[in-house]
């Protein structure tokens, strides 16, 4: 501010209970102490506002023992002279719902306990002040104080409650009730409150608490409404008699709303409309709330009267606001807060990093740029134009506004905003229980939070109902009518209960602070919460990583080590240290100074930079620098040597520097003289060339058509006539005419294309006549030609037209039929032709096809890693946050299975291909096949009727041999095998086998899963709670298994294959065991492909594959990559 002179701004920020309202403290004694040897007045003053705010502002909660539950900006503003003259308090956003309720283990505003602790006997029997178990408002939360070993001592049994009985008081260095209550009336006494006002003040705080206490039941008129509780008939008249009302005033707006019609008389009929119980406990807590906010703003109006100033030349200004909040449960209070972290951490993001390197690219630094995150998306998703607030404000406004309508509205407007998500997709498993149309949640720079929107619109609306305002603005009392001013607008209408947005206030009131903040030099302080357990000496690294993370802080480290943090301008270096200097050293310009200054050091080049206007150090270096030159008399006069030395040298450089420059003049002198020359030279050139080009080109033109001259000459030599010869001996004298007209007259180019033009016409139009004459002569002959040799061919055809015509006769059948023959291979070859054209053209086209779906296959692989790295990115910080959460609420972090999801993609990116199985009327006799004949025909047959044949034949065999089987197992010596080819259930159950179906061709075999729980034979007898259960699972290709699992409690899961264990598997079709009809029995294939792959059935089935023993199945082709 001194240097600058501009005011500055120290942002404090951290999550809640990282020290923020500490921080400020201590910001604030040091800027009100740090100008003389004791604070002032004004400065006492406001070092003394702190713990009156702190106490009507500061509360408990499960993360900080005394956290601001309001935003403050308190500036104090210096004179001319740098002295304090005075101070400004603004708030923003006080939690209101907290007067009314507190989550377990929170407390209430600390002026309810300290009241209920260290109230005075006389203010007790006058406000009749009892313990917090007495008090609705407190009794939900923790009512334990907060006191020493030294202060536990002083307070009374009748005013403990029941927990601080039992449990005893709560511990915290800083905090002590009965103390706090003592600084809070001295905080009052410095800023000039009077012991009358500080009554008042007193009074209406406990009116609050009595107000909580009137509850309401059902009446039985037949109005419907609500009474109040005859149990509550003494907090009701101790209410209103603390808050100067008539009591049954009170009692009646508290249970009724008075609306006004809109028509019947001037104004309407104002009638009153009964409220049912529910109705007015919320009108109750909505007035509760009201008085003590409109207290909260009268005490920051009475601080900042209590240091006025008349004018400032600047300002210091510390904002301390609620951090960054989340728990198992957020409302509107934790939405409003984030959302202004979410434009502080911009403001950073924008002051520390984006300026920063726009400074290095002004100065010349060539420092390397820095990357960091932009959170304006978000922001927009919350502030912009059917945003979020904009939405509620909306909803709010409707006659039935609904919380599901709201967020259902939320989700439709932003479904496609990577910032806004359901509440299922986060990663703590509770809020995975949170309907869609029950809550939303946004990504934000710390990390997801889930925000449950059944209140949302409740807490958005600021406004009372009109008959409780118009009640307190009625009240006698003096103090009260401070608080409570009639409005200016009486005509107001009292249909209905009018709507004030909170939301859009403190969008307001967060706008204006940051044009604030904008206008100001910007320091920050990062706040970094060691623990969550609120001990000291206990440093949880991830945790603290995790917050430097996500307040930017690694992006600061890394802009630092490459940058440079330290920077004086050249004439402030001058005019801090030419004291020390000699009055020669003196003459020196500024940038020179500090040059020569940094080279008589012997600083390291990498220690600092110059640039345009500034130079730079790095981290600690200008401290060192400083030392150096606030060192020992000694020293200074070596550096003043060597500054003398390094000047020296630095001149006798320049003269031999200088030296070169002159020869290099010279030689570029002789240089340029050369070159002119030459330039001279091709000029002149250039100027001839571009008189006579038109010349050149003309003769050139004309010279061909020497070429056509020489045709013609041709042309009438052949044709042997003397006036055709004459011509052309004409027209070549003309063409030299032409051309030495043109060498020796001086023509325009037209003229001379002109010429050009005629002279081509008249050679192209005697060349075309001779052709014509040329061509009409060899015409002639032609035809006499052709006259006689016809005459020659007629009578050789008379000749030979007898012996023709017995030779046609002999030959017409014969070429009849070599006709049709050669007909019918021209017809063969051209269709064959067409064919493979078309082939030609649709291979052509697939091809086509092929790469284009290729091209758009790479760019949506492109868009979706850059999607992905993204979202890895904020899953990351999801699933930090969600782990640091489920500490605290002994949750659970749900890691989804990437191996399933990518097994899922893989099967429906490389679908399996089955065989087409086409029925047919042909029957095979297989009944003297082999089984090894069988199995081969299977694995390699492409014959479809004979490989179902064969599959039917071999299914057929292998039921007849397990009928055989448990048939004799009796006369057996064998013991009973532990495993089973199906559960017994599946094989009692089978149906009789229906008629075979016939396929159409084409079909594919459909692939079906099951799985069916089984318990083994020799469990049966034992005692039912030490009975074992397994899961039998199985694939069907079509009506025949393909594969079949066995899973056993105790034992080793039993894999079989079709081809390599058809022995030990399930011999009846799908439709014999009646899985189709079992409840619950079929399962989808990734399921099936999970359990199979988990106990090793792939590289089981890649086995028997490579030794030929599996049959070809629908896995197996899939395995293959067929």
Known sequence: MLVLRQSQSIVVSGESGAGKTESTKYILRYLTESHGQSAGVIEQQILAANPLLEAFGNAKTVRNNNSSRFGKFIEIHFSNKHQVVGGHVSHY???????????????????????????????????????????????????????????????????????????GSLHDIVMDDLIGFQRVEQAMKKCKISDNEKNDIFRITCGVLHLGNIQFESSDGTQGGCCVSPNSQDAVAMTAKLFGLEKDELCECLVTRVMQAAKGGGKGTIIKVPLKAEQASNARNGLAKYIYDRLFTYIVKRVNDSFPFQS????????????????????????????????LQQFFNLRVLKEEQELYEKEGLGVNAVTFTDNQDCIDLIESKMGILELLDEESKL?????????????????????????????????????????????????????????????????LHSSLQMLLNESQDPFSKQLFPKADNKTKSIQKLAFDSVGNKFKVQL??????????????????????????????????????????????LNLMQGGFPSRASFHDLYEMYKRYMPQNLLRLDPRLFCKALF???????????????????????????????????????????????????????????????????????????????????????????????P????????????????????????????????????????????????????????????????????????????????????????????????????KKKREEEERKRKAEEEEREKKKKEEAEAKKKKEEIEKRRKEEEAMNLKALREERKKLEEEKKKIFEEKKLLEDLRKKQEQERLDFEMAQRLSQESNSQVTV?????????????????????????????????????????????????????????????????????????????????????????????????????QKKKPGDKMAQRYFRVPFMRPSDKSGDPTLRKKGMWYAHFDGEFIARQMELHPDKVPVLLVAGKDDLQMCELSLLETGLTNKKNAEILEKEFEYEWDKHGGTNYLLIAINNKQARQTYATNKLQGK
Not at 408 to 416: G, L, P
């Open 399 to 463: 006659p039935r506004a609904s919380p599901n309508n709201f967020t259902h509205t939320v989700h439709q407007k932003h479904s496609s905003h990577f910032r806004l998500a359901i509440p299922r997709k986060s990663k703590l498993t509770a809020h995975r229980n949170v309907r869609d149309d029950e809550g939303f949640l946004i990504r934000h720079f710390a990390g997801a939070v889930c925000y449950q929107t059944a209140e949302f619109i409740e807490k958005n609306n600021d406004a």
């Open 93 to 167: 956003l006080l939690e209101k719902p907290r007067v009314c309720w507190q989550s377990p283990g929170e407390r209430n505003y600390h002026i309810f306990y300290y009241l209920c602790a260290a109230a005075s006997t006389q203010l007790r029997n006058a406000y009749k002040i009892k313990t917090p178990d007495d008090y609705q408002y407190m009794k939900e939360g923790t009512t334990q104080y907060f006191l020493s070993k030294e202060t536990e001592s002083k307070i009374s049994e009748t005013s403990k409650s029941k927990q601080q009985k039992s449990k």
């Open 896 to 996: 989804t299975e990437e191996v399933a999801q990518v097994r899922e993609e893989v099967a429906t990116a490389i679908p399996a291909r089955t065989p087409l199985v086409q029925r047919s009327d042909k029957t095979y006799d297989l009944s003297k096949w082999k089984y090894a004949e069988l199995r081969d025909t299977i694995n390699t047959c492409n014959d479809v009727d004979l490989l179902s044949a064969c599959r039917e034949e071999f299914h057929r065999r292998l039921k007849v041999y397990q009928k055989w089987k448990s048939k004799n197992k009796k006369n057996t010596a064998e013991p009973e095998p532990t495993t089973a080819r199906a559960p017994e259930a599946i094989q009692n159950a089978s149906p009789p086998p229906p008629l075979p």
């Open 312 to 343: 400032s030349a600047h300002f210091i200004g510390v904002l301390d606001i609620a951090g960054f909040e989340y728990f198992a449960l957020n409302s509107f209070e934790q939405f409003c807060i984030n959302y202004c972290n979410e434009k």
């Open 695 to 794: 010349r050149y080109r003309a003769l050139r033109q004309v010279q061909t058509l020497y070429s056509e001259i020489v045709k013609m000459e041709d042309v009438a030599k052949q044709m042997k006539d003397d006036k055709v010869s004459k011509q052309v001996k004409s027209i070549r004298t003309s063409l030299d005419d032409l051309i030495r007209g043109i060498k020796t007259t001086v023509m325009k180019r037209q003229q001379m294309d002109k010429l050009y033009i005629d002279m081509a016409n008249k050679v192209t139009k005697q060349l075309k006549e001779l052709m014509s004459k040329k061509k009409a002569k060899e015409a002639e002959q032609i035809r006499l030609k052709k006259l006689q040799e016809e005459m020659e061919r007629e």
């Open 511 to 556: 706008n204006t602070l940051m044009e604030k903040l904008r206008g100001t030099g910007s320091s920050f302080v990062r706040c970094i919460k060691p623990n969550n357990k609120l001990v000291d000496n206990l440093f949880e690294g991830t945790q603290i990583l995790s917050q430097l993370q996500c307040a930017g802080m690694v992006s600061v």
């Open 599 to 693: 080279h008589a050091l012997g600083l390291s080049d990498q220690d600092y930079r110059f640039g345009v206007t500034k130079v730079f150090f790095r981290s600690g270096k200008f401290y060192e620098f400083d030392q150096m030159m606030k060192s020992d008399p000694e020293n200074l006069r070596v550096l003043i040597k060597k500054v003398h030395r390094w000047l020296i040298c630095a001149r006798w450089k320049k003269a031999q520097w200088g030296t070169l420059m002159v020869l290099k003049l010279k030689n570029k002198i002789l240089y340029r003289r050369r070159a002119l020359l030459k330039m001279q030279s091709t000029i002149r050139m250039f100027l001839a060339v571009r008189r006579h080009r």
